[in-house]
């Protein structure tokens, strides 16, 4: 007999694909988007960004917003992921389109984590 891995959800991990698309929230319960996908260091295995697809319409002419992981959390009432920021500050945070990734090296992610005023753990 072949046993099953959960490769969904468990009481304390949650599957990539389930991560993706989910909606974001600020505090004053406005939706900003939704969580495009993340990026992950491939030595330590941690989180370093949620990328936030905001903008646009329809999916034309969204821009993509990597968050400092540590800024989300998780709000099971909303069934979304939930920061403590103003539309109007989110459309100053670095951002790219699409095709225009950028190189997140150490001087990108200061950048990212200095306008969010956490500290870039690398």
Same mark, same amino acid.
């Given at each position: 007999?072949?046993?099953?891995?959960?490769?969904? @959800?468990?009481?304390?991990?949650?599957?990539?694909? *389930?991560?993706?698309?989910?909606?974001?929230?600020?505090?004053?319960?406005?939706? &900003?988007?939704?969580?495009?996908?993340?990026?992950?260091? *491939?030595?330590?295995?941690?989180? @370093?960004?949620?990328?936030?697809?905001?903008?646009?319409?329809?999916?034309?002419?969204?821009?993509?917003?990597? &968050?400092?992981?540590?800024?989300?959390?998780?709000?099971?009432?909303?069934?979304?992921?939930?920061?403590? &920021?103003?539309?109007?500050?989110?459309?100053?945070?670095?951002?790219?389109?699409?095709?225009?990734?950028?190189?997140?090296? *150490?001087?990108?992610?200061?950048?990212?984590?200095?306008?969010?005023?956490?500290?870039?753990?690398?």
């Amino acid at each position: 007999m072949v046993d099953t891995i959960e490769t969904d @959800e468990t009481s304390r991990l949650i599957a990539s694909n *389930k991560v993706e698309g989910t909606a974001v929230y600020n505090r004053q319960n406005e939706r &900003l988007g939704s969580i495009y996908n993340f990026m992950v260091d *491939k030595k330590n295995g941690q989180v @370093e960004y949620a990328v936030l697809q905001f903008g646009g319409f329809l999916g034309i002419g969204n821009d993509y917003y990597p &968050l400092p992981w540590s800024i989300l959390s998780y709000d099971t009432s909303q069934g979304g992921y939930v920061i403590d &920021l103003d539309k109007d500050v989110l459309e100053q945070a670095p951002r790219y389109s699409a095709g225009n990734e950028p190189a997140y090296d *150490k001087n990108y992610g200061n950048s990212v984590y200095d306008y969010y005023g956490v500290t870039y753990p690398y």
